[in-house]
Nanobody, 114 residues
Framework: QVQLVESGGGLVQPGGSLRLSCVASGIIFRLYAMGWYRQAPGKQRELIAHITPGNTTNYADFVKGRFTISRDNAKNTVYLQMNSLKTEDTAVYYC????????WGQGTQVTVSS
């Protein structure tokens, strides 16, 4: 059974930082590309960042320079370091594992508000 479990969300003030984690089980983690997505109320889910099995990363323009994706294959974990958070970053954040089949976590809420 495949599980992706996100953690690290919460309430943070504008300009603050959060680090999200996503622990995967039931897959050979090192073979999967991993991504972070988010969905704000009334909006479509959007890709934030992506990391390949070979550690190549890419980012949506709206997070470049602020967010960093990384992975630790020994811990079956992908991270999203989020700095300089803005109110418009408020959303539910999801991790995903992609190979021949895609898997999704349940999401973690990030709220940026003063």
């Amino acid at each position: 059974q495949v599980q992706l479990v996100e953690s690290g969300g919460g309430l943070v003030q504008p300009g603050g930082s959060l680090r999200l984690s996503c622990v995967a089980s039931g897959i050979i983690f090192r073979l999967y590309a991993m991504g972070w997505y988010r969905q704000a109320p009334g909006k479509q889910r959007e890709l934030i960042a992506h990391i390949t099995p070979g550690n190549t990363t890419n980012y949506a323009d709206f997070v470049k320079g602020r967010f960093t994706i990384s992975r630790d294959n020994a811990k079956n974990t992908v991270y999203l370091q989020m700095n300089s958070l803005k109110t418009e970053d408020t959303a539910v954040y999801y991790c995903a594992a992609a190979r021949t089949t895609n898997y999704w976590g349940q999401g973690t809420q990030v709220t940026v508000s003063s």
